[in-house]
């Protein structure tokens, strides 16, 4: 089964609020998104964010630029029905992140355990790839993967943990790490995953 099929399959045999990874309000993301501290007015990216509330947080604050990336359409189409007449002030983009080609350089790029799925080196580095080219100069990069002692599959997929000095060596020079976070994410299970919070900005 190839990776797109996968994840339509997840959505389309569990309600959004039934997956591990979900949170009713993604505080750390939010945390880390008002530390960067950009104009409300530039571009803001969300990758993986198909089903996650981070979009309607965002535009509750008057981000005014938003786009929302996630390889699976069913994901996505939740999240368009939740936010009914706000979904037209998004920017909606199904894709598969590393094969994806950015329309425009964002201010900031936002990515909640997407990242820690790339386990084969291409795919890392294909992603790579895609976040250089858009993300603009002295951008903000925040990603949260699972922590060194996090879940070795999610999913029923292997994952990449990482700590914040694994994370930054795998993201190159190009990035200068400014801020971590450690949570200790509860799934709708009741079982604890840990996961590391990064804030870096584009040299």
């Given at each position: 089964?190839?990776?797109?099929?996968?994840?339509?399959?997840?959505?389309?045999?569990?309600?959004?609020a039934?997956?591990?990874?979900?949170?009713?309000?993604?505080?750390?993301?939010?945390?880390?998104?008002?530390?960067?501290?950009?104009d409300?007015?530039?571009?803001?990216?969300?990758?993986g964010?198909?089903?996650?509330?981070?979009v309607?947080n965002?535009?509750?604050?008057?981000y005014?630029?938003?786009?929302?990336?996630?390889?699976s359409?069913t994901a996505?189409?939740h999240?368009?029905?939740?936010?009914?007449?706000?979904?037209?002030?998004?920017?909606?983009?199904?894709a598969?992140?590393?094969?994806?080609?950015?329309?425009?350089?964002?201010?900031?790029w936002?990515?909640r355990?997407?990242?820690?799925?790339?386990?084969?080196?291409?795919?890392?580095?294909?992603?790579?790839?895609r976040?250089?080219?858009?993300?603009?100069?002295?951008?903000?990069l925040?990603?949260?993967?699972?922590?060194?002692?996090?879940?070795?599959?999610?999913?029923?997929?292997?994952?990449?943990?990482?700590?914040?000095?694994?994370?930054?060596a795998?993201?190159?020079?190009?990035?200068?790490?400014?801020?971590t976070?450690?949570e200790?994410?509860?799934?709708?299970?009741?079982?604890?995953?840990?996961?590391?919070?990064?804030r870096f900005?584009?040299?």
């Open positions: 089964m190839d990776r797109k099929q996968h994840w339509e399959n997840v959505y389309a045999q569990k309600q959004p039934e997956v591990s990874w979900f949170q009713p309000r993604p505080e750390y993301s939010l945390r880390l998104i008002a530390a960067a501290g950009i409300k007015a530039l571009p803001v990216i969300d990758v964010g198909g089903a996650s509330h981070l309607d965002l535009l509750a604050a008057d005014r630029d938003v786009s929302v990336l996630d390889i359409a996505l189409a999240t368009r029905e939740r936010l009914g007449d706000r979904a037209a002030q998004v920017t909606w983009i199904e598969d992140v590393t094969a994806f080609e950015p329309p425009k350089t964002y201010a900031l936002h990515d355990a997407v990242f820690h799925f790339l386990v084969d080196p291409a795919d890392r580095l294909a992603y790579r790839q976040l250089d080219r858009g993300l603009r100069s002295s951008g903000h925040i990603i949260a993967t699972f922590a060194l002692d996090g879940p070795e599959k999610c999913s029923n997929l292997p994952v990449q943990r990482y700590s914040p000095e694994t994370l930054s795998e993201l190159g020079g190009g990035y200068t790490l400014v801020e976070l450690s200790a994410h509860v799934t709708p299970a009741q079982k604890a995953q840990h996961f590391v919070y990064c900005v584009k040299r």
